[in-house]
């Protein structure tokens, strides 16, 4: 009796799991360029006021400037102030905001 094991031969590997998984990647790449860098608004010559109150947390601007369809994703809005280190520097007070606006725009609006 032979007690070597024969080797099966392995059968490829279907490119189908890269396939998805590029497919993939690109839809996220593409939500994360939409949402960051091309505003939501549509017209060029409206603006919007955005009263931030002392104290105001991110969110609930992020919210407000979702809400006057300033922004399009509160999440990429809390995730760029947080990297950028700019998430406890937005003042208060009553801004004229133009849009359509993009991400940094819109935060660096609320910094300075």
Do not use: C, W
């Not at 010559?45 to 407000?64: A, C, F, H, R």
Request: aromatic content about 12%; overall charge positive; hydrophobic content about 40%.
């Amino acid at each position: 009796m032979n007690n070597f094991h024969t080797r099966r031969s392995k059968k490829p590997k279907s490119n189908m799991k890269k396939i998805i998984y590029g497919v993939i990647a690109l839809l996220i790449l593409q939500y994360f360029f939409y949402g960051f860098f091309v505003s939501p608004g549509t017209d060029l010559d409206n603006s919007t006021t955005i009263t931030i109150e002392s104290g105001e947390g991110l969110k609930s601007i992020s919210k407000k400037l979702k809400k006057a369809n300033v922004i399009n994703s509160k999440f990429l809005f809390l995730t760029y102030a947080k990297i950028s280190d700019q998430d406890t520097l937005v003042k208060s007070g009553t801004y004229q905001i133009p849009f359509p606006q993009n991400i940094p725009s819109a935060l660096d609006l609320l910094v300075n």
